[in-house]
């Protein structure tokens, strides 16, 4: 058995182009995991192994690899007391289309390195991985990456995370110059400065004392430390008060470690991974403050068939439990189950139960991942995180265990999508290879959807956002060797009730032999804002208020799908129905033609009839959108915003730019990125991400559905 304290498993996630990728690979190469750098300008990186990542420069799939890391050491050499310890790291894409990538990594790590720019500090991707960090209560150390960039400021990104993100930011670390002149940090634990050499690409260092002008800061900066971690260490608190200087560097790293697992402390620290400085500083924190597998509390869970709570401790005695995050398709040992085990063990070749289905899965190998390549072992335990191949259906967010002692681990949440593409294969020959392709490339990502559009026979892809369906329909053309046809890209439309109403629906046939009888009274409208707030992303509230028997229980499941399968196509122009309540109070029945199938299709015509006088508004996606300009575009930029309908929330200044900051609807921001470009000679940045759903102006509504109208009668 592997010992746990030393395990950790974390993920590195940030903003785009905060140095994901690069801090990844200068990990690899000082853990000797490889023995030259790869740049991902260059499309050499270990982790973007995709055709598409190495052509774009851009992170789109989540890659696992893993490492050991000798500490503590001495000036970066072993000493007795060294220990290896084992990482499983995820680096993770930045780009928001591809964000359901960082959800499932966050849900099964253990921590997180959040990287931010030092020059352009907190951005809006910074501040939807902390959301999501937050939502798995994933303890977590910021680094500070490009130090070494023109503008670079440490302490302002401090300050940023503190005011933007809420977190109480405690530097570790101030750096020794800046920009060109960064050449180190000063560790405030330590109370001595480090100095990297640049000939052993940073692998080795210098000692030195703090800088003499740098003293009275890091004085400072220390006594903040103390300061913030103190209540974690009753003996720390009274020396603090006391005499401060007698506190010990072990005093102040156990206390900080117990506030960073408690998530009280975000530790800062910073370097430049493109220059191979502060990373192997980072690899210590990882070890010293991020949590271990036995550092976090037992994994909940319920019974799946009492509805109890269970737990699973992260012990290799205990019964088996792990969670499917992601299904990879590889070329050569065919589709791959990444899963985290939390508890027990696993022999390859045996069996585990699939909680979903209900079904036996036999593990026929386990694998260790490197980015795209696949080292077999004989078995995982609990704290480890492996692929499995030889399944036949396991899908992402299920739960496998030991089968006499199920359990259901919580799922991850997946983001609805918001942007359509109808598709066709060029050649009628490719019809069913297209279907094959999407079948495996929805089995892989959660957050693309496929439907078939009724009225044209078309296939609408739904995704996350414009570069997620290009790359989608890239991989069929290269990986499936699928050539198609494609759409303009369309808004994920989507309706809603505003009316509360009553109806009563009746549906009765006779067909010779037994017939068809049904009789439902109930209430349609929009969901009640409190089960809203408790159940987000359910969508669908129902209450049973039948008093009496008037309809039997054997038949309220047949309504509840009835009305549950209705709401896919809504009333004003077939887009999926949100956020609707429904109450069935009364009701009747008839002995012989009543039966499941007579309660679902009354409830599916109910719904038609009713759902036209609850007064049903169309929703539209709006986006929350970010651009950095230069001051001399602001007018235009802000004009242009203005034009598609945006919404101004606010203006700051950040170095010479301006940030601007809109709601905008998805529908008028097709195209933007080229328009932008033109209108600022090419020195403005935006970055887009969806916001929330809102009813569109009756203008654009009757505009969308009599476009849709118009198709079905064409």
């Known amino acids: 058995m592997a010992d746990l304290r030393f395990q950790r498993n974390f993920g590195i996630a940030a903003h785009i182009d905060a140095g994901k990728t690069t801090t990844t690979e200068r990990i690899l190469r000082y853990t000797g995991m490889i023995h030259r750098i790869g740049e991902v300008h260059e499309g050499a990186a270990t982790t973007d192994w995709m055709e598409q990542e190495k052509e774009r420069g851009i992170t789109i799939t989540s890659a696992a690899v893993s490492c050991q890391w000798n500490f503590p050491t001495v000036l970066g050499k072993a000493t007795p007391d060294t220990k290896k310890y084992n990482f499983n790291i995820i680096d993770t894409p930045g780009h928001v289309d591809f964000t359901v990538e960082v959800e499932r990594s966050m849900r099964v790590l253990d921590g997180l390195i959040a990287l931010f720019s030092a020059v352009d500090g907190v951005e809006p991707q910074s501040e939807t991985v902390w959301r999501q960090a937050n939502r798995y209560n994933v303890p977590r150390i910021g680094f500070v990456n490009k130090m070494d960039r023109a503008g670079a400021d440490f302490l302002n990104v401090v300050k940023q995370v503190r005011e933007m993100l809420g977190s109480k930011a405690v530097p570790l670390q101030l750096p020794i110059g800046a920009e060109d002149n960064f050449k180190g940090v000063v560790d405030l634990i330590k109370m001595k400065g480090i100095i990297w050499h640049m000939e052993t690409e940073g692998m080795t260092f210098d000692e030195i004392p703090v800088p003499e002008d740098m003293v009275e800061e890091a004085k400072e900066w220390r006594a903040q430390l103390v300061e913030a971690v103190a209540e974690y260490d009753d003996t720390l608190m009274e020396k603090f008060f006391d005499n401060p200087d007698s506190i ?34 980072a690899l210590d924190a990882v070890c010293r403050y991020l949590p271990s597998p036995v550092d976090i509390e037992a994994i909940k869970g319920t019974d799946p068939d009492t509805g109890e709570e269970l737990s699973r401790k992260p012990d290799a005695k205990e019964p088996f439990a792990a969670l499917a995050f992601k299904i990879m398709t590889d070329p050569f040992v065919g589709r791959l189950a990444f899963f985290r085990c939390y508890s027990g063990h696993l022999d390859a070749g045996s069996y585990v139960l699939n909680v979903r289905s209900g079904k036996k899965e036999r593990i026929s190998r386990i694998m260790k991942m490197f980015a795209n390549k696949q080292n077999p072992i004989d078995f995982i335990e609990a704290g480890d995180i492996g692929a499995a191949v030889g399944f036949k259906e396991i899908k992402t967010g299920d739960t496998l265990c030991d089968e006499n002692h199920p359990i259901t681990l919580e799922n991850m949440f997946i983001p609805e999508p918001v942007i359509s593409l109808a598709v066709e294969p060029k050649a009628q020959a490719d019809v069913d290879k297209m279907g094959m392709a999407i079948s495996k490339l929805v089995e892989e990502d959660p957050t693309l959807r496929v439907k078939t559009d009724e009225e044209t026979g078309q296939t609408i892809l739904s995704g996350m956002g414009e570069l997620h369906l290009e790359i989608i329909v890239d991989r069929m053309r290269r990986e499936f060797k699928v050539e198609v046809n494609q759409g303009a890209p369309m808004v ?139 001051d001399q575009y602001m007018g235009d930029v802000t004009g242009d915003l203005n034009r598609r309908r945006g919404m101004l929330e606010g203006m700051d200044t950040k170095g010479n730019a301006q940030v601007i900051r809109a709601k905008v609807p998805l529908s008028e921001m097709f195209g933007y990125v080229t328009q932008l470009r033109s209108l600022s000679s090419g020195r403005a940045t935006s970055t887009m991400e969806f916001s929330h759903y809102a009813p569109a102006p009756n203008n654009i509504a009757e505009e969308v559905i009599a476009k849709v109208k118009g198709k079905v009668s064409a």
């Open 492 to 630: 994920a439309y989507k309706e809603a009730f505003k009316a509360t109403i009553e109806h009563r629906e009746v549906l009765k046939k006779q067909t010779g032999g037994r017939g068809k009888f049904a009789d439902i009274q109930f209430e349609i409208g929009p969901a009640d804002e409190e089960w809203l707030k408790e159940n987000p992303g359910k969508g669908f509230q129902f209450v049973n208020d039948i008093f009496g028997g008037s309809i039997p229980k054997e038949f309220i499941p047949a309504i509840t799908k009835g009305f549950e399968n209705a709401m896919t196509n809504g009333v004003l122009a077939n887009y999926p129905m949100v956020d609707m309540k429904i109450r069935i109070f009364d009701g009747s029945y008839h002995d012989v033609d009543s039966d499941a199938m007579s309660f679902e299709l009354c409830a599916k015509g109910g719904f038609r009839e009713a759902g036209r006088k609850a007064k049903p508004v169309l929703l539209e996606p709006i986006m929350k959108v970010e651009v950095v300009t230069p």
């Open 248 to 281: 010990t560097e072990d005093e102040i790293h156990e206390a900080v470690r117990k506030a960073t697992i408690d998530l009280s402390i975000v530790p800062m620290m910073c370097g430049s991974s493109f220059k191979n400085k502060g990373v192997q500083t």
